[in-house]
């Protein structure tokens, strides 16, 4: 049974990445993500990455493109029990562009504890665009 503690964890996971994206600090990605998680990002046309070196490389490469997000709020996180180590949660996150814009997007992360710590083992971001057009 996943506890308010776990819930806890899993919105610290979420926090941590924000901040490790937004801070350029790589190295923290490890403390977030599995070793063979997938980010999906093909709704905005940016691809889907397979495993934490894909990862990196294509966030340091958006990094220094200047096209990356100054900073990422995340919110309205709901998580959903799968099992005592697996789960979804899903968020809705603004992001803040370097020309000021801001962005919308939902995220649906699959999580695991993993060594006793909730990791983000598979994400997919979809602009909020494209999920009202969905409906």
């Given at each position: 049974?996943i506890?308010?503690?776990?819930?806890q964890?899993?919105?610290d996971?979420?926090?941590?990445l924000a901040?490790?994206v937004?801070?350029n600090?790589?190295?923290?990605?490890?403390?977030v993500?599995?070793?063979?998680a997938?980010y999906d990002m093909?709704?905005s046309?940016?691809?889907?990455?397979?495993g934490?070196?894909?990862?990196?490389?294509?966030?340091?490469?958006l990094?220094a493109?200047?096209?990356?997000?100054?900073?990422?709020?995340?919110t309205n996180?709901v998580i959903t029990?799968i099992d005592d180590d697996t789960?979804?949660?899903?968020s809705k996150?603004?992001?803040?562009?370097?020309?000021?814009a801001?962005?919308?997007?939902?995220?649906?992360?699959?999580?695991?504890?993993h060594?006793g710590r909730?990791?983000i083992s598979?994400?997919?971001?979809?602009p909020?665009g494209a999920?009202?057009?969905?409906?």
């Amino acid at each position: 049974m996943i506890t308010a503690l776990d819930h806890q964890q899993i919105a610290d996971t979420l926090a941590r990445l924000a901040f490790a994206v937004d801070e350029n600090d790589l190295d923290q990605l490890v403390d977030v993500f599995t070793s063979d998680a997938t980010y999906d990002m093909s709704s905005s046309g940016m691809g889907v990455f397979h495993g934490l070196d894909a990862l990196k490389t294509a966030t340091a490469q958006l990094a220094a493109s200047g096209h990356a997000p100054l900073a990422h709020f995340v919110t309205n996180t709901v998580i959903t029990e799968i099992d005592d180590d697996t789960a979804t949660a899903r968020s809705k996150a603004l992001m803040i562009m370097h020309d000021g814009a801001t962005h919308g997007v939902v995220y649906d992360d699959s999580v695991v504890r993993h060594d006793g710590r909730w990791l983000i083992s598979g994400r997919v971001i979809s602009p909020l665009g494209a999920i009202a057009a969905q409906h």
